[in-house]
């Protein structure tokens, strides 16, 4: 798991570059369509005004849940109860009512050793970068 916190720390220290932007599922949650429109800006992507609404519908949670086996990696597969294990709720936060306090005082100490608190606030939480 250190290895990971460190990766996203590595992406963290370059977020200022012009051609890295990063982005959060809660913020995709909180805002689908805003996200969005920021990954096509980024991406130089001229959406037309009227393809938006088909675009979000397309995207939501809902809908690709109910198409579980394109999105869940190896068509969910991997996961006791397949694709709708994989896609779950859509909510962010679940791990820390699945760990034991021993688990979240581990993942604290790995998060200490591998991210800066701004990392860390904003890999737990989202927010603008």
Not at 30 to 45: M, Q, S
Not at 86 to 108: C, I, P, Q
């Amino acid at each position: 798991y250190w290895s990971h916190l460190s990766n996203v720390q590595s992406w963290w220290n370059f977020r200022h570059l012009s051609n890295i932007q990063l982005f959060h599922y809660s913020d995709m949650l909180a805002d689908t369509e805003r996200e969005v429109r920021r990954i096509a800006a980024f991406l130089e992507i001229d959406v037309p005004e009227q393809a938006w609404d088909g675009i979000i519908k397309a995207i939501s949670f809902k809908e690709m849940k109910r198409q579980g086996e394109l999105y869940a990696p190896g068509g969910g597969q991997f996961w006791k109860g397949g694709a709708e294990t994989f896609m779950h709720k859509g909510t962010n936060n679940r791990w820390r009512d699945v760990l034991s306090d021993d688990e979240l005082a581990l993942y604290d100490a790995a998060c200490s050793r591998a991210l800066t608190p701004d990392c860390r606030e904003w890999l737990e939480n989202g927010g603008t970068v």
